[in-house]
């Protein structure tokens, strides 16, 4: 990776960190509110990648601010001040009228415990409401489909969303708990697509979309919105 500044139209400095891969598309992710982690095509090289930039300050903006919208961390317990669930962010308090955490519909409450202890309480009960909702989601389009996947288990992935082999079936990212059905129900879809297209040919993709006509749609909300669920680690 590679690191170089780009002054945007407003001749505000940004600190772009790039990678080249094999990957057809230009993906943006703000690392700070300063700067931005690109990954481009090997074949637009350097220049023009440059020559981009510079035609897409607006873009480049836009994605600056998404770096403030995210879940912030409390710094003084180390808690999210809030997590998503089911594709909403829900406030983390403190309340000292419950014993273990509650969702009142708006919040999710835990005890006033230690703050470690609070963080895995969190984060268990995230991981129930995961173990809940996602292998139901997952059977039911294994139903609509009628593909059978060898067993649907929860993972805990720090690079994919989901993962699906022949024998062991297919594994969820328990933290997609937090994103909204129309992604779930992406995700669950193009795992079962894999059953009977182990890659990504056209005739995978033909597939997954004629099963989810939301499937831009979830892609980019995960591009914009997917490192927020690792707000618990």
Same mark, same amino acid.
């Given at each position: 990776?590679?690191?170089?500044?780009?002054?945007?139209?407003?001749?505000?400095?940004?600190?772009?960190?790039?990678?080249?891969?094999?990957?057809?598309?230009?993906?943006?992710?703000?690392?700070?509110?300063?700067?931005?982690?690109?990954?481009?095509?090997?074949? /637009?090289?350097?220049?023009?990648?440059?020559?981009?930039?510079?035609?897409?300050?607006?873009?480049?903006?836009?994605?600056?601010?998404?770096?403030?919208?995210?879940?912030?961390?409390? /710094?003084?317990?180390?808690?999210?001040?809030?997590?998503? /669930?089911?594709?909403? #962010?829900?406030?983390?308090?403190?309340?000292?009228?419950?014993?273990?955490?509650?969702?009142?519909?708006?919040?999710? #409450?835990?005890?006033?415990?230690?703050?470690?202890?609070?963080?895995? /309480?969190?984060?268990?009960?995230?991981?129930?409401?995961?173990?809940?909702? #996602?292998?139901?989601?997952?059977?039911?389009?294994?139903?609509?489909?009628? #593909?059978?996947?060898?067993?649907?288990?929860?993972?805990?992935?720090?690079?994919? !969303?989901?993962?699906?082999?022949?024998?062991?079936?297919?594994?969820?990212?328990?933290?997609?708990?937090?994103?909204?059905?129309?992604?779930?129900?992406?995700?669950?879809?193009?795992?079962?697509?894999?059953?009977?297209?182990?890659?990504?040919?056209?005739?995978? !993709?033909?597939?997954?979309?004629?099963?989810?006509?939301?499937?831009?749609?979830?892609?980019?909300?995960?591009?914009?919105?997917?490192?927020?669920?690792?707000?618990?680690?």
């Amino acid at each position: 990776m590679t690191e170089f500044i780009h002054h945007l139209p407003d001749g505000r400095p940004v600190r772009i960190a790039v990678r080249f891969t094999a990957k057809k598309n230009i993906i943006l992710r703000p690392l700070a509110a300063d700067a931005l982690r690109v990954s481009a095509p090997k074949w /637009l090289g350097r220049r023009g990648l440059q020559d981009w930039l510079a035609q897409n300050g607006e873009t480049l903006r836009r994605t600056l601010g998404r770096w403030q919208e995210r879940p912030s961390e409390n /710094l003084s317990d180390g808690l999210p001040q809030a997590v998503w /669930l089911h594709g909403r #962010l829900a406030q983390v308090a403190t309340d000292a009228g419950v014993a273990a955490a509650m969702f009142d519909g708006r919040r999710i #409450l835990l005890p006033p415990i230690e703050a470690a202890a609070q963080r895995r /309480l969190l984060k268990d009960a995230l991981y129930a409401c995961a173990a809940q909702t #996602l292998p139901p989601r997952l059977w039911a389009h294994a139903r609509r489909l009628n #593909l059978r996947p060898a067993a649907v288990a929860l993972s805990d992935a720090k690079t994919f !969303w989901g993962v699906c082999r022949a024998r062991t079936g297919i594994r969820l990212n328990w933290r997609l708990a937090g994103a909204p059905d129309f992604v779930a129900d992406y995700v669950c879809v193009h795992e079962l697509c894999h059953l009977p297209h182990p890659n990504h040919s056209a005739a995978f !993709w033909e597939l997954v979309s004629r099963h989810t006509p939301h499937t831009q749609a979830a892609k980019d909300w995960l591009k914009r919105h997917g490192r927020e669920l690792f707000a618990l680690g």
